[in-house]
């Protein structure tokens, strides 16, 4: 199997992952007595709520944020898999229809948005999952991840992740050299949150 197919199983698992904590989430909240959730609100919340009071960039961010979304529910009008589920819920739809035709990065915000709303824990560090998001659309779209190891593209990485390459043993010269390299900080960033106990 190519490195290529390996990473994106890796990517498509804590993609998975993600939309399995959000669901659960969400239920159990729709259980909760205190609880005005009824699974289809966090969705229209998510649509129209974007945390700050400036009605300009709120009304720039709505525009940005369902135009996205829109195009993507489009597109899945069309998709054979999906079609059902986009004649089904045409008029109103709950988060775990909602979750299945939306892009991996409306995810993450979805998922950041739910848990600033609520105080859910996050399940994983969500700037590893942008990263995990840029090596998914690369090998999704059979991009040469790992041809060419010395691109002239430079990235940092925060201490948690120069911490979990110690951990593994890689030197501080190395992991200097190393993790400012932007496909090596993203591939870092993916065995980060499938580490043991990456997923809270």
């Given at each position: 199997?190519?490195?290529?197919?390996?990473?994106?199983?890796?990517?498509?698992?804590?993609?998975?992952?993600?939309?399995?904590?959000?669901?659960?989430?969400?239920?159990?909240?729709?259980?909760?007595?205190?609880?005005?959730?009824?699974?289809?609100?966090?969705?229209?919340?998510?649509?129209?709520?974007?945390?700050?009071?400036?009605?300009?960039?709120?009304?720039?961010?709505?525009?940005?944020?369902?135009?996205?979304?829109?195009?993507?529910?489009?597109?899945?009008?069309?998709?054979?898999?999906?079609?059902?589920?986009?004649?089904?819920?045409k008029s109103e739809m709950p988060v775990w229809v909602f979750?299945?035709?939306?892009?991996?990065?409306?995810?993450?915000?979805?998922?950041?948005?739910?848990?600033?709303?609520?105080?859910?824990?996050?399940?994983?560090?969500?700037?590893?999952?942008?990263?995990?998001?840029?090596?998914?659309?690369?090998?999704?779209?059979?991009?040469?991840?790992?041809?060419?190891?010395?691109?002239?593209?430079?990235?940092?990485?925060?201490?948690?992740?120069?911490?979990?390459?110690?951990?593994?043993?890689?030197?501080?010269?190395?992991?200097?050299?190393?993790?400012?390299?932007?496909?090596?900080?993203?591939?870092?960033?993916?065995?980060?949150?499938?580490?043991?106990?990456?997923?809270?």
């Open positions: 199997m190519e490195v290529r197919h390996i990473l994106l199983k890796m990517c498509l698992d804590i993609e998975h992952f993600l939309k399995v904590r959000l669901i659960k989430a969400v239920e159990n909240n729709v259980f909760s007595p205190s609880s005005s959730e009824d699974g289809y609100q966090i969705v229209t919340d998510f649509l129209t709520d974007t945390g700050t009071s400036d009605f300009e960039s709120r009304a720039s961010h709505i525009s940005k944020r369902s135009g996205s979304i829109a195009r993507k529910i489009r597109q899945n009008r069309m998709n054979p898999y999906c079609e059902g589920l986009m004649a089904k819920y979750v299945e035709v939306i892009s991996f990065g409306d995810l993450v915000e979805l998922i950041a948005f739910y848990a600033e709303k609520t105080g859910l824990p996050l399940p994983v560090d969500l700037k590893s999952v942008d990263r995990v998001r840029q090596i998914r659309n690369a090998a999704a779209h059979n991009s040469c991840i790992i041809n060419d190891l010395n691109t002239t593209q430079k990235s940092s990485a925060p201490p948690f992740i120069t911490q979990f390459a110690a951990r593994a043993g890689i030197g501080e010269t190395m992991r200097r050299k190393k993790l400012s390299n932007q496909r090596i900080n993203q591939i870092t960033h993916l065995l980060y949150c499938l580490r043991p106990g990456g997923h809270k």
